[in-house]
């Protein structure tokens, strides 16, 4: 079995964003980038299925401007056995994204497709379950626990983590599966595997290969920062404090 | 008990290690003067330790040496009995006068009250308390000044009573140089925390000296700068502190040390007399360069109140290997190659051996070791620069070279700025991980880098199941008692490469420099500070000063 990953370039976990003064976006010139943290989980999930003996092969496919070969280098580096880079100019919005990861998995023919349960960039939480619903296959998303393959049955056991504790699902292969924070705990890349990685192919694709429909219906008119918090005030005694609850806060 | 006699026994060791200190010490000090500064801590908390029956690992003397390029050494004592302690072998100066009423009323005057004068019993176990619970004073005052004057007429006033006192910042230093160590009033700069200005051509960035070194990070980070030294203790540390140490860090091996960035700054001395050596000049031979002196004099010869210092433009490339040795000749080597090979992108070259390693992951939460074998020697390597993927690629093929030629046996390069955090916190928590470890005995002592490691293996060798011996440090800077000073002195060391003689090793000077020399030192400080009310007991051997 084939599992496919979509990995995405992101700004740092750690950095501290500003956004362009012409309010088009965040800043990312000069900026540390890196691979998705939920992309990183989903991946090295995808490495131990392989690892446990459940799957033959790991890719990676990355979305975007040639820097994302970077993040793809990285995925090789932690053990994805080849990548893909789907060339594009600028970042697409999910269902994009989710349409030319339905027209890979058309070619490649996965029996797996883990994704990240969010990109830490716009937070949408959107692309798994799209890809899922284009291709008409199962998805099991904010996988938290350890997903137990069965080998004969073709299906897999995924423990969700939702609003209300924890939802355990079987799902029949091929499925889309979402990786959540506590599924585990991504390996580093290692120098031995750096230097594999070095001889592992990355195939770069184009829009045009894959008949990819890329008009979106959605717009970003414009990006701010939230309003900067409000110092506290110290007030003198219950009483006021009452008062300004009363009169100024509006909410007794 | 068997952990007294564990303890004799270690300290007959000690004594036959370096009969040439004994006869520096009083004989009823059993314990070499280095260590002593253990025993005044555990007599304070004897009970607890003794009666604790923690493990048996504990009863035992362990001795943690940290050793660097400079050099760290730990001797972690966990067993000990009552003893005199250092303090107490040392007297207080009666030439210096007692606290009086009508100081502190001179003080809630020219400072404005209570809030700039603490005598608020808790706030002053905290100030005579320091950072290792290693140094505990007794002093009765804090003084919080706000500006330049303030210090200045607080120092004219201690000067013509004969007040000692001690200036004191973030109180993170490592040998008892920024507490009392008897009624010393204490002379603290947090309030003077000010940036008064930034120069963004330049780069050049004038503060007060009570300016927490993290803070002024964050204030150069959005304008693209980065301040030239990092240490562990950035969230406390004052930047006046910093500099009254000469503090060095991670980061020396790429930007030099403090008398080299540091362009000009303004002390107050110990009459009150305010100098202005604040130059933001890069070049300027205009007489006797006075600020030197200052720079690591550890507030002996005047209390640092504004720093003018050279930051370095932020370069956004930043990786990070944390890299598995076999033997600490291949560190060496690596090392060599790393300066070769990396060149000008070299920002760190830190090293750990396997005791540390081992010390962090139990005593740390949330900590694991990067490289999935255990080995011998563990080395970060730190790259600055400005081309991500250039940078990367040298990084890379340096590695991998040296993976092939043996010098290396395994290594993982960090994906990003979390996993570097992670690397980093293994190197920075080693100080954290001791004390949390128990007892123990750091020497901060730079050798020559191939003789770095000899003493921990000569000391292991020595010790054997008394002690357990660590190394870490900066290699790259070529940056570990008794018996630990002579045999750094034999071998051309310096005793402390860069926290300092404080109170800890006042009286170990000679171990590094020579009389003549230490004699002009001496000469000067009597020069500045006649009636020797600036961090008495401290730097310099108590026995030119006592009455």
Known sequence: ?252 | MMMIRRWRRSGDFLRSACKSLTSLRQKHNSMSPSVSGFVNRYESKGKTFESNAWNDHNRELDHHSCVGGNLWMMQQYKSFGSSSSSASKLQRNPLFSSLEPRDVSFFNEILGGEKYVVQDEERLETANTDWMHKYKGSSKLMLLPKTTEEVSQILKYCDSRSLAVVPQGGNTGLVGGSVPVFDEVIINVGLMNKVLSFDEVSGVLVCEAGCILENLATFLDPKGFVMPLDLGAKGSCHIGGNVSTNAGGLRLIRYGSLHGTVLGLEAVTANGNVLDMLGTLRKDNTGYDLKHLFIGSEGSLGIVTKVSILTQPKMSSVNLAFIACKDFLSCQKLLVEAKRNLGEILSAFEFLDNNSMDLVLNHLDGVRNPVSSSENFYILIETTGSGETYDREKLEAFLLKSLEQGLVSDGVIAQDINQASSFWRIREGITEALQKAGAFYKYDLSLPVEEIYNIVNDLRGRLGDLANVMGYGHLGDGLIEPYVYEWTSKHRGSISAEHGLGVMKANEIFYSKSPETVALMVSIKKLLDPKGILNPYKVLPHSFFSP
């Open chain 1, 1 to 252: 079995m084939k599992i496919l990953v979509a990995v995405k370039r992101v700004v740092d976990y750690a950095v501290k964003i500003r956004v362009k003064p012409d309010k088009t976006g965040v800043d990312t010139q000069n900026v540390k980038m890196s691979m998705n943290p939920f992309c990183e989980i989903a991946l090295e999930e995808a490495l131990r299925i392989k690892e446990a003996g459940f799957a033959k092969e790991v890719v990676a496919v990355s979305i975007g401007p040639s820097q994302c070969v970077d993040t793809l280098r990285t995925g090789l580096a932690m053990g994805a056995d080849r990548g893909i880079h789907v060339e594009a100019s600028y970042s697409f919005l999910p269902l994009t994204i989710a349409k030319i990861l339905k027209s890979l998995a058309d070619v490649e023919n996965p029996g797996l497709i883990f994704l990240g349960k969010q990109a830490i960039d716009d937070d949408c939480n959107q692309t798994g379950q799209m890809v899922a619903a284009l291709l008409g296959w199962p998805q099991a998303t904010f996988a938290s626990k350890v997903v137990v393959l069965d080998k004969d049955k073709q299906s897999a056991t995924v423990d969700r983590e939702v609003d209300e504790g924890l939802e355990t699902l079987s799902v029949d292969l091929p499925a889309v599966i979402t990786t959540d924070l506590r599924l585990n705990q991504p390996r580093y890349a290692t120098l031995p595997n750096i230097m594999k990685a070095k001889s592992k192919p990355i195939k770069k694709m184009t829009l045009e290969d894959l008949k990819v429909d890329i008009k979106s219906d959605i717009e970003i008119v414009e990006v701010t920062e939230p309003p900067k918090r409000k110092s506290g005030v110290i007030v003198s005694s219950v009483d006021e404090l009452i008062y300004k609850l009363k009169n100024e806060a509006h909410v007794v």
